[in-house]
């Protein structure tokens, strides 16, 4: 199949909507960020790249603590809302119901279906921006997003986001299981 080269440009597909968290001078703020990304598993440790100028960014640098919160399909405008417009500018405080963890200053969506409560471990500095890397320090869950006792990925509903073409996406249809849909190709090797 030919080839199209794009150039160097970040095309990782689906990329993640999330609503990043913090407390900037005593008051919530969130931004919408779609470059997040989990770097460990044991510690659970994420990643989130912020703009360095971004009000999100000046409450992690101040608290050491972050939110990253997962909203549904169906909050799609209040979100893209939040990544229109800055704290600079605009009060976002009473935007959400905000909630905090036990230990934390990091402000949380009760509104979003999973909630992601960070504390920062690392801060890697590029050339236009910053990565936050922050360990999960607890989940949480809206109730009737779970299946089983599990997050069930079709209830939380969560909003994807697609680079370049500007779309927000819902996920789609299960087309497998991991770890084992692979398995009848290793009998094949055999
Ligand atoms: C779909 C979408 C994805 C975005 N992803 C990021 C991102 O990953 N990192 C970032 O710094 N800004 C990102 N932004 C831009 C910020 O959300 C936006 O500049 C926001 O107004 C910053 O708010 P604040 O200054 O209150 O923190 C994104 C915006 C949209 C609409």
Known sequence: MK???LGAGPFLYPKPVALVGSDVRGRPNYCVAACVGIVNMEPPTLSVSL????????GIRESGTFSVNTPSADMVEITDYCGLVSGHKVDKSDMFDTFYGKASTAP???QCPINLECRVVQTLDFPGEVAFIGEIVA????ETCLTDGRPDIKKIDPLLFSFRDNHYLRVGEPVGRAWSVGKRLMQKET
């Open 51 to 58: 703009n360095k100028t971004h009000y999100t960014t000046i």
């Open 108 to 110: 949380m969506i009760r």
């Open 139 to 142: 989940a949480y869950v809206d």
């Open 3 to 5: 080839k199209v080269d």
